[in-house]
T-cell receptor, first 112, second 114 residues
């Protein structure tokens, strides 16, 4: 599986848009890009997933360029409750389950 | 409510004890996972079961023994653990959709080995 690289930490003020970029240079053709959010002492929670171009849901947008070697998670108008660790994953379905590897994640601190 | 429950939520055990962690998913998924998350470290995949068959074992020490009696339940049996095994143990499940998909995580069991 492709290794992912993302910033270790980011700070943002409340109400701002936050963009977290992840590099995955060795992504394979069958791989999807997925982002999870994790609060302390809780399990990660799925945010968004995409294969190419742009995906948007009620909480975030995911931008994936044509070469798919990077992706950007966009969180609109963050609030204090968005303070968490955000993980970028590259993975695929294989043999009836998902093969993914979690990286170190980006710790987002939202400031009042 | 994620549909994946784990018990107990907290566990303190001595190095000579035997205990078990339980995971239950109510989502009808066909794959279940155990992860370990140590302090300030990324999640480490331990075991994967697909259709009740173990399909991945990522070089986990034998003092951790998984069991998947059916597609809804997953156990992690623990014996003669070491203090460095103290961590948050997370269970997850997913459905084989043939494409992408997501894993649904439980709240975790915070394990402390004394």
């Amino acid at each position: 599986l492709a290794k992912t690289t993302q910033p270790i930490s980011m700070d943002s003020y409340e109400g701002q848009e936050v963009n977290i970029t992840c590099s995955h240079n060795n992504i394979a053709t069958n791989d999807y890009i997925t982002w999870y959010q994790q609060f302390p002492s809780q399990g990660p929670r799925f945010i968004i997933q995409g294969y190419k171009t742009k995906v948007t849901n009620e909480v975030a947008s995911l931008f994936i360029p044509a070469d798919r070697k990077s992706s950007t998670l966009s969180l609109p108008r963050v609030s204090l409750s968005d303070t968490a660790v955000y993980y970028c994953l590259v993975g695929r379905q294989s043999g009836g389950y998902q093969k993914v590897t979690f990286g170190t994640g980006t710790k987002l601190q939202v400031i009042p | 409510e994620t549909g994946v429950t784990q018990t107990p939520r907290h566990l303190v055990m001595g190095m000579t004890n035997k205990k078990s962690l339980k995971c239950e998913q109510h989502l009808g998924h066909n794959a279940m996972y155990w992860y370990k998350q140590s302090a300030k470290k990324p999640l480490e995949l331990m075991f994967v079961y697909s259709l009740e068959e173990r399909v991945e074992n990522n070089s986990v020490p034998s003092r951790f023994s998984p069991e998947c009696p059916n597609s809804s339940h997953l156990f992690l049996h623990l014996h003669t653990l070491q203090p460095e095994d103290s961590a948050l143990y997370l269970c997850a499940s997913s459905q084989d959709s043939g494409q992408g998909g997501e894993q649904y995580f439980g709240p975790g069991t915070r394990l402390t080995v004394t």
